[in-house]
């Protein structure tokens, strides 16, 4: 495999970045090897690189979560106007989120490949926008005040998150292409554990405000608001473009 310096990254890049897209050579098995020695999930753990996408996988799915559990809630409490209601358009946030998934990895991609940017770059890019957008439109869903807005901000939310995903959900195939699978696994575990937490946390905060008043679904999703821009920062300062393992 053939390495390039490169100075053109964002913070956390360093010269050894690859500025390819990697190759990948093998599936990988539970708990990797590397050169006949098995590493355990948790000595991946150890990797800044590995962390940094773990982290913004918790920080996307207790955004996701949060808004996929509670929306129908938000409907009856903010919109003033039941979910079912709606009809078929309340799943336009789904929809959009598909799209722009797949949005997400191919303009990463696309400037990585025609741009000249490094890996890493690319991907610090394309999970920045994600998620700094998604930010900005958590902490307007409070703000609504009709159906219209309220899907709308709901909308952008859910597709921004998607675009993110460009990111850090395909960052494992950079930093390890023989043992994605095991870092995804990791990754994965941790969303689902945040899924459990965001919505326990959200129903919390509800009860102590109530689910008529604003101010708890401010603070809710300003809080999920807050992870994603965190999240965001952990990636652009610990990811990597080039294999790690």
């Excluded at 409907?75 to 959009?96: C, E």
């Excluded at 459990?196 to 401010?218: F, P, Q, R």
């Amino acid at each position: 495999r053939c390495l390039r310096n490169s100075t053109g990254g964002l913070p956390g890049d360093t010269a050894e970045e690859s500025d390819s897209l990697p190759v990948v050579s093998g599936g990988g098995s539970i708990g990797g090897s590397l050169g006949g020695r098995k590493r355990t999930p948790v000595e991946f753990l150890k990797h800044r690189s590995v962390q940094a996408i773990v982290v913004n996988n918790f920080t996307f799915h207790y955004a996701f979560y949060i808004v996929m559990n509670w929306l129908p809630s938000y409907f009856d409490s903010v919109l003033h106007a039941p979910l079912q209601s709606v009809g078929i358009i309340k799943t336009i946030p789904y929809l959009t989120m598909f799209l722009t998934s797949n949005a997400g990895a191919w303009v990463g991609d696309r400037v990585i490949k025609t741009r000249g940017v490094p890996v890493a770059a690319g991907r610090k890019f394309v999970n920045s926008c994600g998620f700094v957008a998604t930010a900005c439109m958590l902490c307007l869903m409070p703000a609504a005040s009709n159906v219209t807005s309220g899907l709308l901000a709901t909308t952008l939310a859910l597709g921004s998150a998607g675009f993110a995903r460009g990111g850090f959900s395909v960052n494992h195939m950079d930093i390890a292409p023989a043992h994605a699978g095991v870092i995804m696994g990791i990754s994965n575990t941790a969303g689902t554990l945040s899924g459990v937490i965001g919505v326990s946390i959200t129903g919390y905060i509800l009860s102590i405000w109530g689910s008529e008043s604003k101010g708890g679904w401010y603070v809710s999703f300003v809080l999920a608001a807050a992870l994603c821009v965190a999240g965001a920062m952990v990636f652009v300062r610990h990811a990597k473009g080039s294999p790690q393992f």
